[in-house]
């Protein structure tokens, strides 16, 4: 090794310990630059892309193939917080596909020297994984970068293209991910990545999002032939239209072109969940923080899914900070020039400096103005702002078949084999979801992977350095739980504080035929006999296909019978079958839509009418079992003549609008005809029935602002108005009488108390409440 590699080294390892914050994707399984090796440690974290993330992250194996309009759970885990004060933060989701897109058969890189690859063209030579392809590289890495940066005091000069960047002042390739186009987003150049969700602890910057995606508009690029570039050394390209325009290399024009949008919708945009610092876990409540993905209708051999996660501090203003505050670059020493007198309360810039208030590396600072000793502060200019990511294994997407009916639900296992400690920051076996919520009729599609290499000390069950996984009812419960009545009148299927299988031979599991029980419970097709007893002799791929769920509504509860070891590690998952339609959606300030899958009930949510992410969820209940539900309550309906629409419920059940502003809903009625009132309740104990107000009706839909959720119902309008009038001007009339006659209800008091119910009653029908 000449003296200079070794240089390189210590300041790559220098760069690895100093790693701070980490994201790592567990559905899909995230390769964090792995390649199916058999050691803890990857070999390789340059491979495909730049994550920053801890070597031990990632999974071997991850490639499944996804139908178009299924929804797919995606969790992750973070390591530096997001929605808490600590830290700004932006988590982008993101897809690729292409015909070259592979995850290759060696952990090596893939050259950037054309002459290195087979038939001189890396793009095709699978022995290497590619997600960006060579061209997109030999344009980010020739690309002037953009000058306007804040680089704080990196030493970025005369590293002037896109390859150098505050976060990756060495120019290091990794794959061929373009550095600049990594480190922030919106990308100003074109890129093959199609955004499918930005989240954010500041919603306003939504709009900008929204509107600078290139999913939506159009990029422009300096251009020149692949070869022109090749051949001549240090060229820089233009970024912008008047120099490229200007520019000609070995007598050939530049051309400044354009790249369409991808042409497809806007990234979803919506607040981050809560998660704390120093902690690759769970969000509130014990939840892994998920995106529902909706994976597009389109048939695709391979695609890869990205997800970036950028934290910023408040040091300085990340998002106004510019080149003219990075350091002066002939002294770089004197740090940026970030003013931070002002943010820490200096009456002057000066005296903040000289106390060593400075944002540069390991500042020194003077706590104490009139004592000696400094404090020595861990800043690392390249990490304050900085981003993370991981990538998924390839994945394939088949359009949704002509024949599925319903929605399509992906049921896949997260984690592999070892205990907690082998497989930090990785995870233990678990289903995702964990608790899979769906609709009768709905599909579901069961599927995994796994690997044959993990290390082989790791502790599991079954051969040695293997992941499997299979699926079996947990035995019946074994205390009855709650009524049942938000997924509909349905038993409770197994339990989770049992470590037993159902018998099989009497009990539906999602209605699934005994071929198919079998084939989750054995892995067979895909392994005919062998060693099963331990899944041993099965392979590492498992896909049930998509089936209908047709059970009775219920409670699912499932487990792996390999992995399943109590005293150990559990693998154990739920599935809740609702025998009424239902939908959810996670909305928050930026407001939403959520409707059931028939299009009968439709929530609208008006940006800036929520001031946190909440899940909405609707469901649909017939008027029997709307009335069901009522009479365990001991309640019936007694007002309207007759139901003019299902039971709808909206939930969460408080008041959800921190404006004040109401939630535009939209339900279908079954009649045309306008005499028709919505009444609202909750559904707990359906207490009081209030009538909801500004209902308009047209074409068998009442719309209305609804300020809670609830249940609504639909009533036609009493026919018999009058009489109800008629009554109330009897009762005025009869307590006129009453100041006259007091004496004789005092003598008949039974009398009495059967007029004082009947005005009640009126009083009733006339006002809102019932
Ligand atoms: C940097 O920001 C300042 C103030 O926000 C602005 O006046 C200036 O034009 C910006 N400079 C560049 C190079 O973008
Ligand atoms: C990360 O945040 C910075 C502000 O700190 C922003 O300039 C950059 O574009 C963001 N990058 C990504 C990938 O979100
Ligand atoms: C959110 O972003 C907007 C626009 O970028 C900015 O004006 C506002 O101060 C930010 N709010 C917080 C709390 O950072
Ligand atoms: C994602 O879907 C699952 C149901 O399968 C649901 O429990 C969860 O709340 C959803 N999360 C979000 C953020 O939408
Ligand atoms: C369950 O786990 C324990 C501890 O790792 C192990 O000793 C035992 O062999 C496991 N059981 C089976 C059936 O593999
Ligand atoms: C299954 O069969 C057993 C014995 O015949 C019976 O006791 C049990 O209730 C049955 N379970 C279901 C869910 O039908």
Redesign the pocket.
Known sequence: MKPLNVCACVLVLAFTKLVSGDIYFHNPRGSNNRLDEARRDRNNANRLFDSQNNDRGGYNVGSLYYYGTSILQVEWTNQHSCADVND?C?L?LQYMCGPHVRDGATTATIPDNRLRCQNYNCNTDLRYGMHEDYNYYLMCKTRRRNMG??TADQNLNNRNTAKFTRQNPGGTRRGFECPEE?????SWHPSAWIDIA?MTNNVSRCEYYQQESQNVKERWACILPVETIEKSRNIVLPNNKEDCEAFESDGVKAEWHKFAAHGVAAPDCRETEFSRDNHLGNGLGGHPNVYNWTVPNIDKDSCVLRI?Y???TNDYD??NTNSSESANPRRLRDGSKVNLAEKYGFDSESTAIERGYIFENNPEVKVFGDADFTLRLAVNTAQY???FQDRSHTFAIMKKPESASGRIHNLNVRGKRGNIVQVYPAVEYDFVPNTLELTQGDMIHFQWTGSNTNPNNNDGQGLAGTDRSNVVLLRAQQYAEGSGWRFGPGGKYGHWGVNYPMHLNNVTFLGLDRKSLETLAFLDPGQFRGEMSELDDAGTYFDLGLHSVTSPAGIYHFMCTRNNNFSNRDQKGRIIVYMHPMAQSAIGAMGGKVALPDGSLEVMVEPGTFDSLQKVSLQKWSAEQGEQRMRTKNREISFGEEYASSFYVVSPEQTMSASGKGIMTKMSITTDDDDVAVYRSNTENFATWVQVTGVQINDGVASFQAQQGGVYVARTKEKNVGLIVGITILCIVIIAVIVGGVIYFKRHPGKWLAVKTSCRNAGRSMQSKV
């Open positions: 700004h932006e982008v940066l804040f990594r480190d922030y987003y919106p930005v970036r950028n934290v910023s990340p998002w702002g900085r981003t």
